[in-house]
């Protein structure tokens, strides 16, 4: 299976009035970190919120060209419907995408805004593509696969176009993989302009099905998925795009959701980037030394931003804790007026923000005057959750962490 660089020229002509060619932002922060040059491809700003747009309007506008559809059908529960709904709409092609009956409410309405017929079935994924196979065949649709197509990779690989454009003397590229689509069109892409230029692609460590095919040279499906980066969560990649990623990528890396958090945290307050898990697993990889960007020119990809206000708060809370940034622990009082007071004074006098104070009259082991106080509080970094805590032994407290 060939992908020739003229493909992807093309595809980018076709996109070229459709689509935004988003920034290469270079990030001092990440930088300074690092000991590389590391520059942040915004497609988290590209219209629908992703790149999956590039893919699904070049497959689109290709088979208008051959007068070759009708109407189009889609199985998603994210990005790709969003990035269907809307080349659809563009190229004045109905369009039908089957979602999950728990796919979020924010994205159903997002992919029906952009004109889509939103049909919800079943529980997962794979219940939707069954629906949106009988679909297919009673109405003579087209399905449009969200990453196994020569179309849609070619779509995906004129970011590589964009970064070179801008970069041109980039060393390393960086980039998030789920099916493969978007890693297989941007290493094909930059490979076929410039060889030395790394690429590398990133993955969930739950939820690794390239990594395990880029390293063992065959094509390999995981048996489950588990991990916070629902963007690439695959596993079953593409038997096209595994091939492409074989030949073409230098290597391929995993993050744990740990790092994901930390850098989707870092994104939003260093560099006032919104950005969904799966497109932070580039920059995970690099602030965790998975990829050597020393003394190199490095971009990274953030392939998308669409990720759920109230997730985001939860993604702030647990890399909070991974950075060190909020503290629980338990302190035992006598059960009498004032012990609390004094608890919370000794607390704030050390400059801790404290969030929840719980108390537990019933923990075993507890004496008939004593009582258990669980509290929660946000502090500057590890050294001044340290500080805290031993003055609160100095205190005569006797504090436990909780985990």
Do not use: W
């Not at 849609?152 to 041109?168: C, N």
């Not at 980039?170 to 930059?190: E, Q």
């Not at 909020?326 to 400059?351: C, E, H, W, Y």
């Not at 205190?395 to 962490?401: A, T």
Request: proline share 3%; hydrophobic share 40%.
């Amino acid at each position: 299976m060939e992908l020739q660089l003229k493909d992807i020229e093309l595809a980018a002509k076709r996109l070229n009035p459709i689509l935004h060619h988003t920034e290469l932002d270079m990030s001092t922060t990440f930088s300074t970190m690092t000991g590389g040059e590391i520059y942040l491809k915004c497609e988290n700003r590209q219209k629908t919120g992703s790149f999956k747009i590039r893919g699904a309007s070049n497959k689109i506008a290709v088979l208008v060209e051959r007068g070759d559809v009708k109407s189009v059908v889609a199985s998603s529960a994210g990005n790709h419907a969003q990035g269907v709904a809307y080349a659809a709409h563009k190229f004045g092609i109905p369009a039908t995408i089957v979602m999950p009956e728990s796919a979020p409410i924010a994205k159903i309405q997002a992919t029906e805004g952009y004109g889509a017929k939103v049909i919800l079935h079943g529980s997962c994924y794979d219940d939707a593509y069954e629906m949106a196979c009988t679909v297919c065949e009673t109405e003579g649709s087209t399905f449009l696969h969200p990453y196994n197509d020569l179309d849609v990779i070619a779509g995906q690989g004129t970011l590589g176009l964009e970064i070179l454009g801008d970069l041109p003397t980039a060393d390393v590229v960086i980039v998030p993989a789920g099916g493969g689509g978007l890693l297989a069109g941007i290493a094909a892409c930059i490979k076929q302009i410039n060889p030395r230029v790394n690429v590398i692609g990133v993955q969930a460590e739950g939820a690794d099905a390239i990594a395990q095919s880029f390293h063992e040279k065959k094509y390999i499906c995981t048996d489950s998925v588990s991990t916070i980066a629902d963007g690439i969560a695959v596993k079953s990649p593409g038997d096209i795009t595994v091939e492409l990623i074989n030949r073409y990528a230098d290597d391929v890396v995993t993050v744990n959701d740990n790092e994901i958090s930390e850098a989707i945290l870092l994104l939003m307050e260093r560099c006032k980037q919104i950005v969904e898990p799966s497109g932070a697993t580039p920059v995970a990889a690099v602030l965790k030394g998975k990829v050597n960007v020393r003394g190199k020119k490095v971009a990274c990809l953030l392939s998308g931003g669409n990720i759920d206000v109230s997730f985001i708060q939860r993604i702030i809370a647990q890399g909070l804790v991974v950075r060190n940034r909020r503290l629980r622990f338990t302190v035992t009082l006598l059960d009498k007026p004032g012990s609390l007071v004094k608890l919370l004074n000794d607390i704030a006098a050390q400059g801790a923000n404290i969030l929840t104070v719980e108390h537990d009259r019933l923990s075993a082991g507890l004496n008939p005057n004593q009582t258990n106080v669980h509290i929660a509080c946000e502090v500057g970094g590890k050294e001044h959750g340290e500080r805290l805590l031993r003055a609160l032994g100095g205190k005569g407290f006797i504090v436990r962490l909780n985990n």
